[in-house]
C-alpha cells in the first residue's frame, strides 16, 4: 500500500524554525519528484517546494526562497522541508506529494499524504 505521512508541524513564534518530514511505505521516494503545498483556511492550496526524482533539483513559491530548504533523507527513504524564519502567512496545513515531475498544480500529483498543521502565531 502506498503511503506518505508528513509530520513535524506545530505552533511556533514568528522567526523560528520547523522541519516537516514526508515519509513514504510502499514505494521508494528516490524515484519520484516530491512536492510540497500548503493550505490556509479559505483559501487554494498552493505550492510550496519540490525535489525533482533526476537530479534533485530543487524549486520554491517565491515568498519562501532563502527560508526554506528540501533534501532527502540518506537512505531513509524521507523528504524534508526546513523552513526557517517563519511568519504568519505561512500558517497553513502542509501536504507532501509524489510524482513524476515537479509541478505547482496539485492536481499533477497522484499520492498524497494526510497533511500536519503548521501554525506561527506570537
Known amino acids: 500500500q502506498v503511503q506518505l505521512v508528513e509530520s513535524g508541524g506545530g505552533l511556533v513564534q514568528p522567526g523560528g524554525s520547523l522541519r516537516l518530514s514526508c515519509a513514504a511505505s510502499g514505494f521508494t521516494l528516490d524515484y519520484y519528484a516530491i512536492g510540497w503545498f500548503r493550505q490556509a483556511p479559505g483559501k487554494e492550496r498552493e505550492g510550496v517546494s519540490c525535489?525533482?526524482?533526476?537530479?534533485?533539483?530543487?524549486y520554491f513559491r517565491d515568498s519562501v526562497k532563502g527560508r526554506f530548504t528540501i533534501s532527502r533523507g540518506n537512505a531513509k527513504n524521507t523528504v524534508y522541508l526546513q523552513m526557517n524564519s517563519l511568519k504568519p502567512e505561512d500558517t497553513g496545513v502542509y501536504y507532501c506529494?509524489?510524482?513524476?515531475?515537479?509541478?505547482?498544480?496539485?492536481?499533477?500529483?497522484?499520492?498524497w499524504g494526510q497533511g500536519t498543521k503548521v501554525t506561527v502565531s506570537s
Open positions: 506529494a509524489a510524482d513524476l515531475y515537479c509541478s505547482d498544480y496539485p492536481g499533477d500529483y497522484s499520492s
Open positions: 525535489i525533482s526524482s533526476s537530479d534533485d533539483s530543487t
